[in-house]
C-alpha cells in the first residue's frame, strides 16, 4: 500500500467516506470541505509525497453560493497547501485542518458575505451565553455528579505530550466545576504546560409558560496555548457535538511545533468523542486488537496518521 493509500484511507475513516472521491481511478480526487459548498479538484502526482500535490481548480461551489467565492476558497486552498507541505511527508489531512479553519477565520475577521460560517450560526430566537472562561470559574458553590471522563490514549510528537479528556455537562458552571476539580485532583494534569478546553451546551427554558426557548452555551479556553482553544471549538462545532466538554492537556517537550500542534491537538481531542460515542460510525464493527481498546475507525484512522507523519501513539499514561 502506497502512503497515499494509507492516508486516504485514515482521513476517510475520520471524516468519511464522501470527504475525498476518486475522478479518474488514478491521481486526481474530489475533495469536499465540511459544512462548506465548494469542492475542489486535488491531484497527486506518482512521486508524492515527495512531489508536491497540486489543486487545479473547483469542481463545484453549490447554488446559493456568493459569486467570487469559490475563486477565493482555490486561492485560500492554493496557500494553504504550501504551507503545509514538506516533501516527503503526507499532508492531506493538514490541509483539510488549516483550510477550515483559514475559511472559519476569513468570516469571523472580514465578514465577507461568502464567509459565513453555517456550522456556527444560532437562529435569533435562541439566547446565546458566553460567560467567562471555565478555568477561571469557582465551581465551591455549585454541587454536580462526578464526572465520568472518556480519556484518549496518549500521543507524542517530538517529545510533547498530548491526552485528551471528554465527558457529558449540561451547564457551564457544571464544566467550569469539572474543569476545576480535574486539576485539583490530578497532580500531573496540573503540571501540564496547557490544559485547553472547550464545551458546547444547549438546554431548553420554559421561562413564559407555552414558549420554550432554546438556551445555547459554548466557550472555549487557550490556557496559553494561543487559538487552540477556538480549534477544539470548531471541532465540537463541525462534528455538531452537544452537552460536552472536553480537555486537552499538552507537556511540552522543548520543541516547537507550529501549526502541527493544532492537528495532534484535533486529533486526541477527536479521539476522546469517538470513544465516548459522541461521535459515532454508522455500520462499523470494532475489532479486537490485541493489547489495546477496541477502536472505531476514527481512531484506527488518526494512529494510520500518525504513523505515516511520524508522530508515536501509546496507551494513556493515565489509565
Same mark, same amino acid.
Request: hydrophobic share 35%.
Given at each position: ?96 485542518? =488549516?483550510?477550515? *479553519? $483559514?475559511?472559519?477565520?476569513? +468570516?469571523?475577521?472580514?465578514? &465577507? ?6 456550522? /456556527? ?7 446565546? =451565553?458566553?460567560? *467567562? $472562561?471555565?478555568?477561571?470559574? +469557582?465551581?465551591?458553590?455549585? &454541587? ?6 472518556? /480519556? ?168
Amino acid at each position: 500500500m502506497s502512503e497515499l493509500e494509507g492516508e486516504i484511507i485514515a482521513v476517510k475513516a475520520i471524516y468519511g467516506e464522501d470527504i475525498l472521491k476518486s475522478a479518474d481511478q488514478h491521481s486526481l480526487f474530489i475533495l469536499s470541505i465540511p459544512s462548506h459548498p465548494v469542492t475542489l479538484r486535488l491531484r497527486f502526482p506518482s512521486g508524492y509525497p515527495n512531489v508536491r500535490p497540486d489543486v487545479e481548480g473547483t469542481e463545484s461551489t453549490g447554488p446559493d453560493t456568493p459569486k467570487g467565492y469559490g475563486s477565493h476558497v482555490l486561492d485560500m486552498a492554493r496557500r494553504t497547501l504550501d504551507r503545509v507541505w514538506t516533501a516527503g511527508e503526507v499532508c492531506l489531512y493538514d490541509l483539510m485542518q =488549516e483550510l477550515e *479553519s $483559514s475559511l472559519a477565520n476569513a +468570516s469571523n475577521d472580514h465578514g &465577507h458575505p461568502g464567509f459565513s460560517d453555517k456550522r /456556527i450560526q444560532v437562529p435569533a430566537t435562541q439566547d446565546v =451565553e458566553q460567560p *467567562s $472562561s471555565p478555568t477561571t470559574s +469557582s465551581p465551591t458553590t455549585f &454541587h454536580f455528579p462526578t464526572p465520568r471522563w472518556t /480519556i484518549s490514549g496518549t500521543t507524542i510528537v517530538k517529545k510533547s505530550i498530548f491526552v485528551a479528556r471528554a465527558c457529558s455537562v449540561s451547564s457551564p458552571a457544571q464544566a467550569a466545576a469539572y474543569i476545576s476539580i480535574l486539576l485539583a485532583t490530578d497532580k500531573k494534569l496540573a503540571k501540564a504546560t496547557h490544559n485547553i478546553s472547550a464545551y458546547r451546551i444547549r438546554n431548553q427554558s420554559s421561562e413564559t409558560p407555552g414558549h420554550n426557548r432554546e438556551l445555547v452555551y459554548q466557550d472555549c479556553d487557550d490556557d496559553g496555548e494561543t487559538a487552540a482553544g477556538g480549534r477544539l471549538l470548531h471541532l465540537l462545532q463541525v462534528t455538531d457535538v452537544w452537552g460536552v466538554l472536553v480537555v486537552v492537556s499538552r507537556w511540552f517537550g522543548g520543541v516547537k511545533l507550529g501549526p502541527d500542534r493544532f492537528r495532534v491537538i484535533s486529533e486526541v481531542a477527536r479521539e476522546a468523542l469517538v470513544e465516548g460515542g459522541w461521535i459515532e460510525k454508522k455500520g462499523y464493527k470494532p475489532e479486537k486488537i490485541s493489547g489495546h481498546k477496541e477502536q472505531s475507525p476514527a481512531s484506527q484512522g488518526l494512529q494510520r496518521l500518525l504513523s505515516l507523519r511520524g508522530g508515536r501513539k501509546h496507551e494513556s499514561l493515565t489509565r
